[in-house]
C-alpha cells in the first residue's frame, strides 16, 4: 500500500471518529446527567449516582400530558400528511415538465419559509374565521409543510417506478383502483413507512410553528421551553434517555426483522 492510500484511510477513520463523537458525546453526556445528583443537568461536578430523576419524571403529570399532547398532534398530522402527499407525488408525476416545473416550486415553497412564518400566516388566517388556536390550527400549520416531506420521498420512490407494470396491469382488466391497490401501493410501501416516520418526528420536534397556534395546548416542546425557563432539572434528561432507548430499541428490531425476511427470500 502506498503513503497516499494509507494517509488517506487514516485521514477517514480520523473523520469518521470525529464525526460520531460529535453526533453522540452529547447525547452520552445527556444521559450521564441523569444519574448525577446535582438538580442541574451536568455532569461535573458529579454530586453523586441517583435514580432519583426517574421518579420524579414519573410523577410529573403536566410532562407526560405533554407528551401525550403531542403525540395526539403527531398521529393526526401523518394521517392528513400521509394520503395529501402521496397524491400530490402522484399528481407531479403525471404532469409534463414544464407544468411539472411549476407546480414543484410551488409545492416545495413552504420547506423554504420560517416556521414562525407559517405560524403567524395560519393564525392570522383562521383567526378571521373565529379560530384562534388550539389542537386544529397546530395540525393545519404543521401540516402545511410536512405534507413536502412526504411528497418529496414518495416522488423519490416514484422515479424508480416503471409504469409498464401499471399498463401491463389495466390491460389484463384491473381497475385504476385495483392497480393502485395491487401493484402501485405495495411499490410505495417503504417510502410511505418512511415519510410517516418522518412526518411524526417533524410534528413533535416543531416549535416555532407550535408556539404561535397552540392557543392552550401544550405540546412537549413548548413545555420543555417553558421548564427552560422556570428551573430545569434532569428529569427532562431522563425522558430524553427513555426516549432514545426507545428509538434504539426500535431500530435494532427492524434491523433485526428485515434481516430475517433477507433470509427467508434467500431460502
Not at 450521564?32 to 441517583?50: D, E, I, K, L, M
Not at 411528497?151 to 385504476?176: C, I, N, P, T, Y
Not at 392497480?179 to 416543531?206: D, I, M, T
Amino acid at each position: 500500500m502506498s503513503n497516499g492510500a494509507a494517509f488517506g484511510r487514516w485521514i477517514f477513520r480520523a473523520y469518521m471518529a470525529a464525526f460520531f463523537l460529535y453526533l453522540f458525546a452529547p447525547l452520552a453526556i445527556m444521559g450521564a446527567a441523569t444519574f448525577n445528583t446535582s438538580r442541574f443537568p451536568t455532569v461535573t461536578p458529579w454530586q453523586g449516582t441517583t435514580l432519583q430523576w426517574f421518579s420524579e419524571l414519573f410523577g410529573d403529570r403536566n410532562m407526560w400530558a405533554a407528551l401525550g399532547s403531542s403525540a395526539l398532534i403527531g398521529v393526526i398530522v401523518v394521517a392528513v400528511s400521509l394520503p395529501i402527499g402521496t397524491a400530490a407525488a402522484l399528481l407531479l408525476t403525471s404532469l409534463h415538465a414544464r407544468a411539472k416545473s411549476f407546480l414543484y416550486g410551488l409545492m416545495v415553497s413552504p420547506l423554504l419559509m420560517p416556521g414562525v412564518v407559517i405560524g403567524i400566516a395560519t393564525l392570522v388566517l383562521w383567526r378571521q374565521l373565529g379560530i384562534g388556536g388550539g389542537m386544529f390550527l397546530i395540525v393545519v400549520a404543521q401540516s402545511s409543510y410536512i405534507i413536502c416531506y412526504v411528497m418529496l420521498m414518495v416522488s423519490a420512490r416514484l422515479q424508480r417506478f416503471d409504469r409498464a407494470q401499471e399498463e401491463a396491469a389495466l390491460g389484463l382488466g384491473a381497475s385504476k383502483f385495483m392497480v393502485f391497490r395491487r401493484v402501485l401501493l405495495p411499490f410505495l410501501k417503504p417510502a410511505l413507512w418512511g415519510a410517516a416516520l418522518l412526518a411524526l418526528l417533524q410534528s413533535v420536534e416543531n416549535y416555532n410553528t407550535t408556539l404561535f397556534v397552540r392557543g392552550f395546548e401544550t405540546p412537549l416542546t413548548i413545555y420543555l421551553a417553558t421548564k427552560v425557563r422556570t428551573g430545569l432539572t434532569p428529569s427532562v434528561n431522563a425522558l430524553a434517555l427513555i426516549m432514545i432507548l426507545v428509538t434504539i430499541s426500535c431500530a435494532v428490531a427492524f434491523e433485526i426483522a428485515r434481516r430475517h425476511r433477507e433470509r427467508q427470500g434467500s431460502a
